[in-house]
């Protein structure tokens, strides 16, 4: 079951992940096969998953209480994907498909919806329009916490926006906050390039047009930092500050499912 | 008599005689001219020369070098460049046309264009630079022309002008002189027409002006390129030939050498004594104050020398030695240079060596370093000897070469010992921004020398100038090299190194002007003010008085002296039974003058009162209040220093007899970081009869002081516990409450290490003080609730500890709480060895009754003294009686131990000067007891009693060295307070007398122990005693103080007095009674502390030099000093941040990331003036810009230590070894970087580490408490909520106080400090109230307000003005009306703030302050733009932008833009309570139900109203919780206790 309803559903224009995916999927085809490979994956969680602990809205009751709110730090699929774990390729100066480039012009929002951030990782390229938006009917502010761009705040009134661009690429994500309901947090990944993604419900993800060679992954998770350490088929392996490297063939490559401890998640 | 050859005497002796005295004239004339020639100085002149020349030489050979020469060569060429390229045609074509358009220059025009058109098609370069040149030179005549045509125009208009005014005068005089209206009228037209004409004349002046002007303008533009080029390379070439004519001044020649030569230098010698003439800071030679005459820049003459292009860097520093790492490049250089290996060098490394040394001729010198090369990001620096390569020796150039250019390892860095710096006496002057350079508060030519240094200023040679020496081997030295001796007849030696600080006190009457400021970032005179508030913090100014004053109009000198005591008169006068029939004012002014504020006029009410009923024949009153009346009086300079002890009034409500008598004992045993000092058990000088009264007596007097004590104690009413608590006492609750609720601000306690701040008593073992009495856990209760109950002025605040409603509904008493952990906190301490309170043992008794027979002695002749003791004093005597021996009176057998026990207490108390430091009942009169130290600093040693101290310390450390291994270890914890074992340590060594402090000082340079003979004529007579320690056998310090005793000079005896005052009377105690031995307790200062304090004594000399030059602070400056005491006095900064951190950085262009663009309200930009963004953007050597950065570094969530990021801003790992390690920083104040703004809030700086290791770091004032509680509340609250945001939890903290005065309304935070709100109800704690009196309140407001130059104490703002409002409603109907729309809509304000009596609802934490109260607390200009961006006020604030800059928002609510929506909530919240009066009602405005309005505050003993049943009371409950914030994480949401 969708613990998120609305986050993954790809008619939605409001993710990020999926006008990415989209667009991939349309450029794949015209692009030449021989310099551009797929990545692909899955996260998964090694041991019991935690339950999901509910958050109970203690502000503008009448709006927010009506939903189920949960804590999105950790969110573990049914088949023990992990959801919201953060991939994305290190690299500044990586090569761009010719058909990725228009992805630039789309708009990212985050959406203040039912007194949580939709979605809760949103991912940004440089440049690319930003929107802060309120679809509620209480106010909210988002508090963004960039360290290479100018941290911002600011009221989004019930059914207002705010947008702005990002012109520096952040390392790692950024944590957006409302201070007004203190519980509601989202991330900002914020890449010089479209090659960043951040997992499904059922913790796949799948980055597509990369250009064939020798690439560095960055693995992060917020609860867990850089996903240092996991298991594929069984065999443990170590990344250093979450920092993988692949090699990208016309083929395309699959990491794999990667189970990471349950001790990652405890820090 | 006939004339004979014969001469009276023999003329062939009488040749004789006179060849023999020639001769010796000759040799003396000679001999007196060689010593004049020779003299030391002008050795030290010559050298000092040689070093300037050398100086001046290495800057031209820096300039001169071929990075000089290709620069030059690159600016030629530019020129060149920019005087062969064509001419700009757009301008070239203006000026074609302006020229054109006056006709005369037709030709000239024609031609210009001509040349324009070959030039633009000439191909070769130098044909271009030929016509160009011309060209130019054309254009230069045409306009040379116009300007002589303006100047002919010019001329044409004044005549036409002479004539005008001519004609006006003729027809002036005409109407003057009444001429008919027919004459009058030619003469008009003629005025009329000249005026016509000079109008004309003026247009065609004006034309030529324009004209000529844009011909000049255009030229310009022509030429500037060329000209700008032709410019850099003069200003470079010059730099050149000034540093040459430099060396050429610098260096010595033929005719400066001539006039030194021997004889003719006596005239008019380039070499002469250097004097500084200052009549104004006399010297006072014998009762007679005669001119200064400072000649000590004679030799000195570098003294005061910067480096150029700065304005205090030292030019010559101290010698030192340096370790430098190197670079070298990854493989040997392969360039043209190869012959030259200077070239070499520089080529490798950017620099190269001089010739030859300086000082030692085959040094290897650096001479030159490339800005910006690998040697300048080394750190070498010009002048720089290398000593030591890869740890090899370098004796020569040609073995520096060798190391540097052929036998390393390319790639790898070279490790390099650097010499740098001069020897004495050519370095300049440390800190030239403070002492000596031009620009500092002390420049050389008004202060001179020895006004600081002391010394004999007039003398040139080094023995006679009464240098002194820091240690004993420094000493030696300079007996060796200088004949040096210690001049006991000069009465003002130089200060010692060590001391040098003491002399900033003469000028610096505040002492806290020594401290940091925003000029002097460096302290400039740490030591000093150390001593200072140990002085204060130790409260010696209880026994010792330090006035300042000589008399009210004339300040001396620091002054430190006791607060009138009235509250203590007062609290004693309450007691009087006689009050019971006085009228009720007179018990409210008793009241008053008890509590913490002084009314000042109910003490003088009560006194007039009292005086009255003395007066009145009747009284009513005790004898003892007509007595204590008189110190109501305000005296004319009161002191303003409080007693540091706790009081003692009520001292038996509070403990009992054996913690008293084991605190009495040895207050270190019960809490070794205790302040009380020492009084009993000091007897390791004694021996004999006199260790054996010291055995007999002492116990005996602590039972007496004790008696006395307990006796004498005033009633106390507890506070009682609240009602309707109905959660049980819990510890783990009661650890929180002292964790969170602000203990830890100024206590230590063993369970929260963390904690630092000493202010208050160490909490760990406090349950073991209290545990003794029934009553102990009561009066720590009611101390927790009520601390000014107890004692009115107490230091210690109420923290508002109100009952807590508990996340199982049930409600607690924090008080309760902390009281049952404290009580639980023991370290299972318990007195020992205490005697059995109530019943004395025979021995015991005899020594009670001699005792009391030695101060019956003083009093009564020795028979009757007797007669008293034994049977008590008569009652009709004693009535008649004055004095403590009236408490024998009726004394009898049955009650004789009490009774004598009180009596010796009372005497004992009184000799021991308890109440120096204690409020005690009985004592409210009693006068410091100690010497007045306002001129200790210039004692004479003849009046100083050394008594037979020196032979007690020498014996001492024999014995300590002779068996000092075995000693080591023991001896070693005497000097380390505050750990647990010391306490045992103290204990057991009580009564060893060879148990010796600092023995483990002995032997620390045990090579140094050669005692040679010159070192025995030095100070003192070291063969007098028969010992093999000396000052040159133990370490530096301890020598130092040693040499000082046995010399019989001030320090030594101030030395021992602070290490074991009672140790003079050594060999004493046989010949002097008891009570006539030295009575000055031990405190537990460590070597450093009582060095410090030293400092601060030494410096009191009572010599204030002419007013000019004492520190007269500006007022404003004098209100943050007054302010800074205060703050220290209540340790404000134990919670709130009152400075920033300042980082002076020095880092790579660029480094910092650039600033990103914002885009805000105007009035919100960051202000920096021209010269500040030049400053920013110069790169020193280094290739570094220095930046300042004022704020904190953002600290680690979980750890609250400060975060190390990458450059990318990712936190670092403790494995992590590539990244470059970064600090984040908040800035709490707009920095510049790299000439651009970065401002407060935008963003957290990334600061690269070693921007911060190449800079400085000055910590700021005050903080900790929040920093230590930061991690906490985090950790609580994501308990209740994983999802918090870190920096929300400074909002939960005390906040910083920055810009604090400019925030806030004077009146406001003046009774706020005495009666604190509550503010932000998200805060984990409360403001506390302190017993601050209205003055001290005062004192704080102006501190803020003079550190933010704000205006004080009345500030006006036309926002302010009710006809503001009116002005604002014309010009915009519904002005308020809009803005509280905005406030009161779901999306605004009151999401989050309170406003009246609503409450939003929710999490505590995400609460905002009332808004209905801003227009009383804030200032207008700091709400409008705090509304703006709240983010540049505070960089961690939650609030965001509600009016975005660009775009206004709800134009429904509001219509207009965001500069009008911003003024008019500005004009509401400042005037919300007329508004709000006006408007009658605020519900229409809330889609909300508002909540019902309070009621009446409950009467039950404050017993929250927390405990309704109805809905609306629910909604109350949470408008409670906020008064009442748990400590603990309990919130609305939480489920479970935490």
């Known amino acids: 079951m969708n613990k998120f309803p609305g986050m993954f559903q790809s008619s939605s224009l409001t993710f990020c992940f999926s006008v990415v995916c989209a667009a991939l999927c349309l450029v794949n085809s015209s692009a030449s096969a021989d310099d551009w490979g797929t990545i692909k994956g899955r996260f998964t969680f090694g041991g019991t998953p935690p339950a999901s602990l509910e958050i109970k809205a203690d502000k503008d009751i009448e709006v927010c209480g009506k939903h189920k709110l949960l804590n999105e730090e950790l969110v573990v699929g049914a088949d023990k994907g992990i959801a919201n774990v953060v991939i994305f390729v290190r690299d500044k100066n990586v090569k761009v498909h010719p058909d990725l480039a228009k992805t630039k012009s789309e708009k990212v929002i985050l959406d203040n919806r039912d007194c949580r951030f939709h979605p809760h990782v949103a991912v940004l390229q440089t440049g690319q329009a930003f929107v802060l938006k309120n679809s509620d009917t209480v106010g909210h502010n988002s508090n963004v916490a960039t360290i290479k761009n100018p941290a911002s705040n600011n009221l989004i009134p019930s059914g207002g926006e705010v947008s702005q661009t990002l012109s520096s690429d952040e390392a790692i994500p950024a944590q957006v906050n409302c201070n007004i309901h203190p519980w509601m947090k989202a991330w900002l990944v914020v890449r010089p390039n479209p090659y960043a993604t951040v997992t499904a419900a059922d913790g796949s993800f799948e980055i597509k047009n990369l250009p064939a060679g020798e690439l560095e992954l960055q693995l992060w998770h917020e609860k867990a930092g850089f996903i240092q350490e996991f298991t594929v088929g069984g065999k443990s392996e170590k990344v250093a500050k979450g920092r993988k490297k692949v090699t990208i063939t016309p083929a395309g490559i699959d990491l794999g499912e990667m189970v990471i401890s349950a001790g990652a998640f405890t820090k | ?1538």
Not at chain 2, 647 to 676: C, E, I, Q
Not at chain 2, 1389 to 1416: D, F, I, M, S, T
Request: net charge negative.
């Open chain 2, 1 to 1538: 008599m006939p004339a004979t050859e014969q001469t009276w005497r023999n003329l062939k002796a009488l040749h004789v005689v006179f060849a023999i005295t020639s001769i010796l004239l000759l040799i003396s004339t000679i001999a007196m001219l060689a010593i004049d020639h020779n003299r030391p100085w002008k050795k030290y002149q010559r050298e000092f020369r040689n070093l300037e020349t050398w100086s001046a030489r290495a800057a031209v050979d820096e300039q001169d070098s071929r990075s000089y020469e290709a620069t030059t060569k690159l600016l030629e060429e530019k020129l060149t460049e920019a005087r062969t390229a064509p001419l700009d045609s757009a301008i070239a074509a203006q000026f074609v046309i302006q020229a054109k358009t006056d006709p005369v220059d037709a030709v000239a025009v024609d031609r210009v264009q001509q040349d324009i058109d070959v030039l633009a098609s000439q191909q070769s370069a130098s044909e271009r630079l030929v016509l160009r040149g011309d060209l130019l030179q054309r254009c230069r005549d045409i306009a040379k022309r116009a300007r002589y045509r303006e100047e002919l125009a010019a001329g044409q208009l004044k005549l036409r002008k002479a004539e005008f005014d001519k004609a006006r005068a003729d027809y002036e005089l005409g109407v003057s002189d009444d001429a008919a209206e027919s004459e009058l009228a030619p003469l008009l037209l003629i005025a009329d027409s000249k005026r016509a004409e000079v109008a004309d004349a003026g247009l065609i002046n004006q034309g030529a002006n324009s004209h000529r002007k844009n011909l000049e303008g255009l030229v310009r533009q022509m030429v500037a390129a060329e000209e700008s080029a032709a410019k850099l390379l003069a200003d470079h070439r010059q730099k050149l030939s000034l540093l040459a004519k430099t060396v050429k001044d610098r260096a010595p020649n033929v005719g400066k050498s001539l006039l030194e030569l021997p004889v003719l230098d006596a005239f008019n010698s380039p070499l002469r004594p250097d004097q500084l003439w200052l009549p104004q800071l006399t010297l006072n030679n014998n009762f007679r104050d005669v001119a200064r005459f400072d000649r000590c820049t004679t030799c000195h003459k570098g003294i005061d020398k910067s480096a150029p292009g700065s304005p205090d860097e030292q030019a010559y520093q101290e010698q030192e030695i340096l370790a430098v790492s190197l670079p070298t490049p990854s493989s040997k250089p392969i360039g043209e240079s190869a012959g030259n290996e200077n070239n070499r060098l520089e080529d490798a490394y950017g620099f190269q060596f001089s010739p030859r040394g300086l000082f030692h001729s085959e040094d290897s010198m650096v001479s030159v370093i490339l800005p910006g090369s690998v040697a300048a990001e080394a750190g070498l620096a010009v002048g720089d000897v290398i000593a030591e390569i890869e740890g090899g020796r370098i004796l020569s150039q040609s073995m520096a070469f060798q190391s540097l250019l052929e036998t390393l390892t390319w790639g790898k860095p070279l490790m390099l010992s650097v010499r740098r710096g001069v020897p004495q006496p050519y370095t300049s002057h440390p800190r030239l921004d403070l002492y000596v350079g031009g620009s500092s508060p002390h420049p050389m030519q008004s202060f001179g020398c020895t006004i600081c240094h002391q010394g004999q200023g007039s003398s040139t040679s080094f023995e006679w100038a009464s240098h002194s020496s820091n240690t004993p081997k420094q000493g030696l030295a300079w007996h060796k090299e200088y004949g040096w001796f210690n001049n006991h007849h000069w009465i003002l030696p130089m200060l010692p190194q060590r001391f040098d600080q003491s002399s900033c006190l003469k000028c610096h009457h505040q002492v806290v002007d020594l401290e940091p400021t925003e000029r002097f970032p460096e302290p400039p005179a740490p030591k000093l003010v150390e001593g200072y508030h140990l002085v204060r913090q130790y409260g010696c100014y209880g026994c010792h008085e330090i006035n300042g004053w000589a008399n009210p109009d004339k300040r001396i000198g620091p002054d430190m002296r006791l607060a009138p005591n009235y509250h203590e008169v007062a609290q004693s006068i309450s007691i009087d039974p006689g009050l019971a029939s006085a009228s009720g004012p007179v018990t409210r002014w008793i009241d008053e003058v008890s509590s913490a504020t002084d009314g000042k006029q109910a003490r003088e009410r009560l006194r007039e009162y009292i005086d009255r009923d003395a007066a009145s024949g009747n009284a009513t009153l005790s004898p003892r209040t007509h007595q204590l009346a008189s110190l109501l009086k305000e005296p004319e300079t009161p002191g303003t220093f409080p007693k540091v002890g706790p009081s003692l009034r009520h001292v038996s409500s509070k403990v009992g007899f054996d913690w008293l008598y084991a605190w009495l004992r040895n207050p270190t045993d019960f809490r070794p970081s205790t302040k009380m000092p020492r009084f009993f058990g000091l007897w390791e000088h004694l021996s004999g009869k006199g260790l054996e009264e010291s055995k007999l007596y002492e116990p005996i007097e602590i039972r007496s002081m004790i008696t006395y004590l307990l006796n004498a104690s005033q009633p106390f009413e507890y506070v009682l516990p609240f009602e309707g608590i109905t959660a049980k006492p819990d510890i783990e609750r009661g650890k929180k409450v002292v964790q969170v609720r602000g203990c830890l601000a100024c206590h230590q306690h063993a369970d929260f290490p963390d904690a630092k701040n000493n202010h208050g008593p160490h909490l760990s073992r406090i349950g073991a003080k209290f545990s003794g009495t029934k009553q102990g856990s009561d009066w720590l209760y009611s101390w927790l609730r009520e601390p000014n109950r107890y004692h009115p002025r107490t230091l210690m605040p109420n923290v508002l500890l109100t009952p807590v409603k508990l996340p199982d509904g049930s409600i607690s008493d924090p008080a309760l709480d902390a009281t049952v952990y404290l009580m639980g906190s023991t370290e299972n301490w318990k007195p020992s060895d205490i005697p059995a309170a109530d019943s004395l043992v025979e021995q015991e008794r005899q020594s009670l009754n001699e005792l009391a027979l030695l101060y019956l002695k003083d009093r009564f002749p020795l028979v009757q003294a007797k007669e008293y003791l034994e049977h008590g004093i008569p009652a009709d005597v004693g009535a008649l009686m004055q004095g403590d021996e009236r408490l024998l009176t009726g004394m009898m057998d049955a009650n004789r131990d009490g009774i004598l026990l009180d009596y010796v207490g009372r005497k004992t108390i009184a000799k021991l000067a308890c109440a120096g430091c204690h409020d005690i009942p009985g004592y409210e009169d009693s006068k410091p007891a100690g010497a007045a130290l306002a001129d200790w600093g210039r004692k004479e040693s003849s009046k100083i009693a050394f008594e037979q101290v020196s032979n007690f310390v020498l014996g001492q450390m024999n014995s300590a060295s002779h068996h000092a291994h075995a000693s080591h270890e023991t001896s070693t914890k005497h000097d380390v307070h505050g750990t647990l074992h010391d306490a045992d340590a103290h204990a057991s060594d009580a009564g060893h007398a060879d148990a010796l402090p600092h023995s483990s000082d002995v032997n620390k340079e045990s090579d140094e122990n050669s005692d040679t003979p010159v070192a025995a004529d030095l100070a003192y007579a070291a063969g007098s005693h028969a010992s093999h320690t000396t000052p040159h056998s133990v370490d530096p310090d301890t020598g130092y103080f040693l040499e000082k005793l046995l010399g019989h000079e001030r320090e030594g005896f101030l030395w021992q007095k602070l290490r074991a005052p009672r140790s003079y009377d050594y060999k004493k105690t046989e010949n002097k009674s008891y009570n006539e031995r030295y009575r000055m307790p031990k405190f537990p200062f460590d070597d450093k502390q009582r060095e410090a304090v030293m400092t601060f004594v030494l410096g009191l000399v009572s010599e204030p030099p002419a007013p000019q030059f004492i520190n007269q602070p500006s007022i404003q400056e004098q209100a943050r000093l007054h302010g800074l005491v205060v703050a220290e006095q209540y340790n404000c900064g134990g919670c709130h941040s009152l400075e920033m951190d300042r980082w002076d950085i020095r880092h790579k262009p660029g480094s910092l990331g650039e600033a990103p663009t914002i885009s805000d309200y105007p009035f919100l930009s960051p202000h920096f003036n021209e010269q500040e963004i030049a400053q920013s953007l110069i790169t020193d050597r280094k290739g570094r810009r220095q930046s300042t950065l004022r704020g904190a570094p953002v600290l680690d969530e979980k750890t609250g230590t400060p975060q190390m990021v990458d450059e990318d801003g990712v936190p670092l790992t403790a494995d992590d070894t590539e990244s470059v390690p970064h600090h984040l920083f908040m800035l709490y104040r707009d920095a510049l970087i790299d000439g651009e703004a970065r401002r407060v809030g935008a963003q957290n700086l990334l600061v690269p580490k070693d921007a911060l290791l190449a800079g400085t770091e000055y910590r700021g004032r005050g903080g900790d408490f929040a920093r230590l509680l930061f991690p906490v509340v985090i950790a609580d609250e994501k308990q209740i909520n994983p999802n918090v945001k870190a920096d929300d939890a400074w909002g939960w903290l005390p906040p910083p106080l920055i810009g604090e005065g400019k925030k806030v309304q004077s009146s406001w935070l003046h009774r706020f400090l005495l009666n604190p709100e509550i503010i932000r109800p998200a805060t984990v704690l409360r403001m506390p109230k302190f017993n601050l009196s209205s003055s001290d309140s005062s004192s704080l407001v102006a501190y803020f307000a003079s550190v933010d130059g704000a205006d004080y104490p009345y500030e006006y703002d036309p926002r302010f003005e009710d006809s503001r409002l009116v002005e604002a409603e014309k010009s915009h109907p519904g002005h308020l009306e809009g803005a509280l729309r905005i406030v009161t809509n779901n999306n605004y304000c009151v999401k989050c703030h309170l406003l009246g009596n609503y409450a939003p609802p929710g999490n505590l934490k995400a609460l905002a302050p009332q808004l209905e109260r801003v227009h009383q607390r804030l200032r207008p200009d700091y709400v409008h733009g705090w509304i703006a961006n709240p983010r540049r006020f505070l960089p961690y604030t939650g609030m965001p932008v509600n009016i975005p800059f660009d775009k206004p928002v709800s134009q429904d609510l509001y219509s207009g833009s965001s500069d009008q929506q911003l003024d008019a909530l500005t004009d509401l919240l400042m005037h919300f309570d007329g508004f709000a009066k006006k408007n009658l009602s605020l519900d229409a405005y809330f889609k909300q139900q508002p909540v019902a309005p309070e009621p009446p505050p409950s009467s039950a003993a404050n017993v929250q109203p927390a405990l309704g049943l109805s809905a609306i009371e629910e909604k109350r409950v949470d408008l409670q919780e906020l008064i009442t914030t748990p400590p603990s994480p309990s919130s609305p949401t939480s489920e479970k206790l935490p």
